[in-house]
């Protein structure tokens, strides 16, 4: 009978105890901010990839809702001139054992519009 319970135990833990990251989507060039494509050859694409995320805790249940928008925001908003992501990927992540968080990450590639320097 010690033996069950314990085996009971230790699968109700190893059920609460989850997480993951999933990929949702591969992306050729995005953005949420306005993009003046007249100028769209001038354009200079970043050596470097960047990453934003949005993220929100987990105590018991989700103290809110992440959100991909935010993510993508954060990381345009890294690199000064920067008006959308090119080649990169969107993923959501979660990790939870009564104390976790969810997360949307978005990494790519700056696309930078040089009048916006000056």
């Known amino acids: 009978m010690k033996k069950l319970v314990c085996l009971a135990a230790l699968a109700l833990f190893a059920s609460t105890m989850v997480g993951c990251t999933q990929r949702i989507t591969d992306f050729t060039i995005i953005s949420s901010k306005n993009i003046d494509l007249s100028n769209a050859a001038q354009f200079k694409r970043d050596i470097n990839r960047i990453e934003g ?5 987990i105590i018991i249940f989700p103290i809110g809702i992440p959100n991909a928008k935010e993510a993508m925001d954060n ?32 990494k790519g590639t700056c696309l930078i519009d040089p009048s916006l320097l000056k």
């Open 53 to 57: 995320t949005d993220t929100k805790p």
């Open 75 to 106: 990381a345009i908003q890294r690199v000064p001139g920067c008006v959308a992501l090119v080649d990169g990927v969107l993923e959501h992540e979660f990790f939870s054992f009564l104390f976790g968080y969810t997360r949307y990450r978005v």
